[in-house]
Structures are given as structure tokens and as C-alpha cells.
């Protein structure tokens, strides 16, 4: 016997192009008991269909069960979160930040306490704190004390002359 047909439709399976009627004849064809051996192999995949609807059949207690699952209520686990629990991020990088800005202006400190400028600022602190002004590095000093030498000469220079006539 030919079957051309059967190779044909079986094409049209694998490509998926059958139409519903092809597909019934596919499976009316399988369901014969008697099939050539080269088409034994395709025999439980479209046997599947009528073998399935027999044997996978829901018990009776199915739906009740189904049911009672549906009826349960569920406990919800909602949790409120506050303000400042949504903030509590913000806060520790905020912390974080004053840290370390607090620990670099104590190391820049520490650095600095051995230079020339440290030693004068903290001379001329000394100073004003006894009542005198002072200049706090060493070229102001310096100028400051022969500007105001210079002011004392014309200041004497300046009354002598008013004097004398």
C-alpha cells in the first residue's frame, strides 16, 4: 500500500501547516491497530490525545480542596515605616561626612604644628593677648617696626623746626 498521503500530511505536521481536518485524519490514521513500522514511532504522539482523556481525570475531591484553599484568608505582613526610618540612610551619610571632615581638619592641624607659621600665629596670639599688636610674620614685623621708627624721626624732625621759630 502507498502512503504518499500519510508522508505528505505528516510534512504539513512537522512545518506546522495542517489544517484541523488534516490533523483528524493524521489522527484517525494512528488510531488504526494495524500502521506500517515507519510510522510506529509517530503513533504515540497522536494516540496521545484519546490515551490523556481517559486516564487524567480530577478526582471528585478536587474542587472542594481547590475551595477550601481559595476561602483561607491570607495574613497580610504590611509593615508601616516611618519618617525617620526612610531618613536613617540620609543620616549616616551625613554622620559619615562630618567624620571625615572632622578627622582632616584635625590631621591638617597635627601636620601644621611643626612649620615656622604655626610657631609665629601662635606667638602673635600670645601677644594680643597681653594688649599689644603685633604683625604675624616675621617680614611684617620688620616693616612695621621701621615704619613706625621712620614716623617718630619726621614726627621729631617736624616739631623741632616749628620750635626753633
Known amino acids: 500500500m502507498d502512503y504518499k498521503y500519510i508522508n505528505q500530511l505528516l510534512e504539513l505536521y512537522w ?24 510510522f510506529e514511532k509517530y503513533r504515540p504522539l497522536f494516540l496521545y490525545e484519546q490515551v490523556e482523556r481517559k486516564t487524567n481525570v480530577l478526582g471528585n475531591d478536587f474542587d472542594e480542596k481547590i475551595l477550601s484553599m481559595i476561602d483561607e484568608p491570607i495574613p497580610v505582613k504590611a509593615r508601616t515605616v516611618s519618617f525617620t526610618q526612610r531618613l536613617m540612610p ?13 578627622l582632616g ?14 610657631n609665629y600665629n601662635t606667638a602673635g596670639i600670645e601677644q594680643m593677648q597681653q594688649g599689644t599688636a603685633v604683625a604675624f610674620s616675621k617680614d611684617s614685623t620688620t616693616v612695621d617696626s621701621m615704619k613706625q621708627s621712620n614716623l617718630q624721626g619726621l614726627t621729631n624732625e617736624a616739631i623741632v623746626p616749628s620750635t626753633k621759630n
Open 15 to 38: 512545518s506546522c501547516k495542517t489544517t484541523l481536518e488534516e490533523e483528524e485524519i493524521l489522527r484517525t490514521f494512528f488510531s488504526q491497530i494495524d500502521i506500517p513500522e515507519e
Open 90 to 102: 540620609l543620616f549616616r551619610a551625613a554622620a559619615i561626612v562630618a567624620i571625615i571632615l572632622t
Open 105 to 118: 581638619n584635625a590631621a591638617q592641624v597635627a601636620f601644621n604644628s611643626g612649620t615656622d607659621d604655626y
